[in-house]
Each structure stands twice: as C-alpha cells, then as structure tokens.
C-alpha cells in the first residue's frame, strides 16, 4: 500500500498510515483559523471536518469563495480517512499532548 502524504500546501511528507498523516497535521502545521467562527482547528482533515460539521454548506461557500466541487472534494477526503482510520483515537493521542 502507498504511503499517505500530507497534502497541506507545500508540505508533502509521507507517512505509512493516514492517523501518523492526522498527527503529523494537528501538530506540525500550524492552526486553521475558521473564517466563518474563528476557531482555531488543526490544519488539514480537523479542518475539514469542523467546517463541515459546526457550518452549513452556504457559509462554507460564501466564507471561502468556494463551490460545490469544492465542497464534494472535502466530503470525499473525509469519507476516505474516516473509512480508513479511528479519528477518536487520533484524537485522544492528540488529546494525551494537549494538542486538541
């Protein structure tokens, strides 16, 4: 199986898993601010998922310029990672060091 790769602009390091690739995220880059509540969220599929769990689909598009392809791919890249790895258990590493 190929590695998963930090796909954070610029970034591109790889990993053997896609939870080492969520760590790697949430504590080598730096914090997302939410352009619709402020919050400050991990880079990345933290990102992600916040934005699309806490926000409607029409903030999203209107707080990021964004379309529907847009949204379809960020749904896609959660449903792959969510298929793939326990996101509570990356977020209880996370949690362990304080990070989330």
Known sequence: MSPWQCAIRGCG???????D?????????EYHTCKICTAEVPEGYFAIR???E????AEYVRAYDAGPDDIREREAVRRAIES???V????ERLDADGRL
């Open 13 to 19: 390091a790889e990993f053997p898993d896609a939870e």
């Open 21 to 29: 690739t969520l760590v790697h995220q949430a504590t080598e880059h």
């Open 50 to 52: 916040h934005a699309l």
């Open 54 to 57: 806490e926000h409607s689909r």
């Open 84 to 86: 793939t790895v326990d």
């Open 88 to 91: 509570s258990r990356v977020a």
